[in-house]
């Protein structure tokens, strides 16, 4: 059974093309009409939408939505067009040049794919779409002269056979490069024997393979003999290793070397970060020890440095860590409380690395005075039950109508505390919709009574006042999931931008934070396919809001073991990390052979880091769900590193956290982490 994608089509074609400058109404056309989840396997349809190539059969991939129509466009085609193209792969490209022409030639090399391409492109009625089984290099001489050729894999040289195949006036677009990262050029046949070219700039493609490309192996182009190098040859390869010209020896040449994370050097990274208001800490996933101790030792670094850090802020729900913020600032626990870190992922912040953490921030308090104590906060906005239980039992305190209004008004949503993401099924049915009004009432009654209920007690209104936005929020959230990930998305990150600004404005113009939370919340997202997919994140809100007074520390690593679960609500397993994918930024720094190093990406050491770095790589996220076996399309994603953060942190290899035990189903506990431990 297949399902009705159109919407995810349309809007791929709106915010992967439309906003990225596609313009050809052709094109367009054809990427709305033409369905891509009919060409890639059925494990992966519902990623068939998403900014991303996907892995065929063969070892191949289908391209990214956005460079099939780059390319189309620059093809500049016609209806009456005759087009060739080279690399049918999964054969939905030929289908989207099949929409737009009236010829198409297509050869791909692989026997499997060439059959299920045609198959399927049968079934969709693109009779005017001719595949072969072939060497694309040397192109379809019979049926020559071409209009129009599209190459969708990466040769060392525009091959020559291609060039003699286009029409005088015809248009050849083809990644041209190494086997890693290419360039993408248009070449116009402008006479009998003249050529012009146009560069497009960086993509990444597979090695054309053939007698015209890479050889079978990809090191070298095909034909060409490799000889010794005579002993003057010698002399000048000597002269030129002295030069990196890797991105692995520029990277290498560039970083602030460290062998672990209790050794590292940071002063120079403290320099780097002295100016900066708000210092934002990634993770490449939620359950490395390396991350979370590096994190902890730059943190307490920059608490030493200036008493104005005085927020740590975290992915976290904010009941939860408020209940830690009273352990660190040396308060009681509060009287009943919920018992803290038992939603899932119960890992993610009660483990050892943490908790040694909390018990360092504890001593800072101890040696400040209260004024200027450091807080343990939480941005997230999962804890729908616990805050409305913060509200009525601060209001029942402080003002016991009020408490009953917001009883009556939290009624729709406490039938649904205990599965939240029900009430957002719903919801999504037009059940339920006077519930977002009472709950954004609530809020703002709460507002309201700010100077009165402020008087009787501060800090617990500032408490009151960050849970009831949380469900505010979070109805808008569990509303949202069921429209689309990408707008609950949304809304998840700008709440937790809202309580940093919060916290940051209840400490005045002076207080400073740093933040923990993951790569894909903390690097500024326009510089990632989030961006195309509409998504924002913490990290670009941050820069938009603060400017260069925002520092971005991301955080990578090769191989080793991770704390995370294979679904959603399954156990905690201790999990083998593969090695990077060779496309991938990952891949760079593990070829550096260097254990860990520190790379300043605003004011890098040398002029070309940036350069190497800018072209957009794939990155690896693993966040409390890790699926090795599809790794490539569960866990990757295109971005641009030197964009995306202002520092990167490298662990070549990197070992699980230390969960504590924390039971998920206590029904009371007096003793709350981190107090019972």
């Given amino acids: 059974m297949r399902f009705d994608l159109s919407q995810q089509r349309e809007r791929m074609v709106e915010r992967q093309l439309a906003r990225r400058g596609i313009r050809d109404p052709a094109v367009m056309r054809a990427m709305r009409s033409v369905p891509r989840d009919r060409f890639v396997p059925k494990e992966l349809i519902e990623f068939a939408y998403d900014d991303t190539p996907l892995p065929i059969d063969a070892d191949q991939t289908i391209s990214q939505p956005y460079i099939v129509a780059l390319m189309a466009d620059a093809l500049e085609l016609e209806p009456h067009d005759k087009a060739l193209e080279i690399g049918t792969g999964s054969g939905y490209a030929a289908a989207i040049l099949g929409a737009i022409t009236a010829h198409v030639y297509t050869i791909e090399r692989h026997e499997t794919l060439c059959i299920r391409a045609r198959t399927v492109l049968e079934e969709l009625g693109f009779d005017n779409v001719h595949v072969r089984c072939g060497d694309g290099t040397k192109g379809w001489p019979e049926e020559a002269p071409f209009d129009a050729i599209a190459v969708t894999a990466g040769g060392p040289v525009v091959p020559k056979s291609l060039r003699e195949q286009l029409a005088v006036g015809g248009r050849l677009v083809i990644p041209v490069g190494d086997a890693g990262v290419q360039r993408l050029k248009r070449v116009w046949r402008t006479g009998e024997d003249e050529f012009e070219e146009e560069d497009f700039g960086p993509v990444r493609f597979v090695p054309l393979i053939g007698a015209e490309g890479w050889s079978a192996e990809h090191g070298t182009p095909a034909g060409l003999r490799v000889r010794e190098p005579s002993r003057a040859r010698g002399t000048l390869k000597h002269r030129a290793a002295a030069r990196p010209t890797t991105a692995a020896e520029i990277v290498a040449r560039a970083a602030e070397p460290l062998e672990r994370h209790d050794t590292a050097d940071l002063k120079p990274l403290l320099a780097r970060i002295a100016d900066a208001r708000v210092v934002l800490l990634g993770e490449a996933s939620h359950g490395t020890a390396e991350f979370y101790d590096m994190r902890a030792r730059i943190t307490l670094a920059l608490l030493d440095s200036d008493p104005n850090f005085r927020i740590v802020a975290v992915e976290a729900d904010w009941p939860d860590a408020r209940q830690v913020d009273r352990f660190v600032r040396g308060l009681e626990a509060a009287p009943h409380p919920e018992r803290a870190f038992t939603r899932f992922p119960t890992w993610m912040w009660a483990n050892k690395q943490v908790l040694a953490f909390i018990n360092r921030l504890r001593d800072v308090n101890a040696g400040r005075a209260a004024e200027q104590a450091v807080g343990f906060h939480g941005l997230d906005l999962y804890s729908l039950r616990t805050s409305i239980r913060s509200v009525l039992?601060?209001?029942?305190?402080?003002?016991?109508?009020?408490?009953?209004?917001?009883?009556?008004?939290?009624a729709c949503l406490v039938p649904w505390e205990h599965e939240p993401a029900a009430y957002g099924a719903a919801a999504a049915r037009g059940r339920f919709d006077d519930c977002a009004d009472e709950v954004a009432r609530m809020l703002a009654d709460l507002l309201r009574q700010r100077l009165d209920y402020e008087r009787k007690d501060e800090e617990g209104f500032f408490d009151a006042e960050r849970n009831a936005a949380l469900v505010k929020n979070a109805e808008r959230y569990y509303r949202a999931m069921y429209y689309g990930r990408h707008e609950s998305w949304n809304l998840r990150d700008e709440h937790m931008f809202e309580t940093l600004r919060a916290l940051l404005h209840r400490h005045g113009s002076r207080a400073r934070a740093v933040v923990w939370a993951h790569n894909s919340h903390l690097g500024n997202a326009a510089a990632t396919t989030m961006s195309a997919r509409g998504e924002t994140n913490v990290g670009e809100l941050c820069r938009t809001a603060f400017g260069d007074s925002c520092y971005a520390v991301g955080f990578g690593t090769d191989h080793g073991t991770v704390a995370a679960a294979?679904?959603?609500?399954?156990?905690?397993?201790?999990?083998?990390?593969?090695?990077?994918?060779?496309?991938s930024y990952e891949r760079v720094c593990h070829d550096t052979r260097l254990p860990g190093f520190l790379m300043p990406l605003r004011r890098p050491k040398t002029d070309n880091v940036r350069a190497a770095l800018l072209a957009e790589r794939l990155e690896r996220a693993i966040g409390v769900i890790y699926r090795p076996d599809s790794e490539l399309v569960s866990h990757y994603f295109h971005a641009s590193l030197p964009r995306q953060f202002d520092e990167w942190i490298w662990f070549d290899e990197t070992t699980a956290i230390d969960p504590l035990p924390v039971s998920e189903h206590s029904a009371e506990t007096p003793q709350t982490f981190p107090f019972g431990v």
Avoid: F, K, S, T
């Fill in 393 to 410: 039992a601060y209001l029942e305190g402080v003002d016991r109508e009020a408490a009953a209004l917001a009883r009556a008004r939290y």
């Fill in 566 to 583: 294979n679904d959603w609500d399954a156990p905690l397993e201790i999990m083998q990390v593969r090695p990077a994918h060779e496309a």
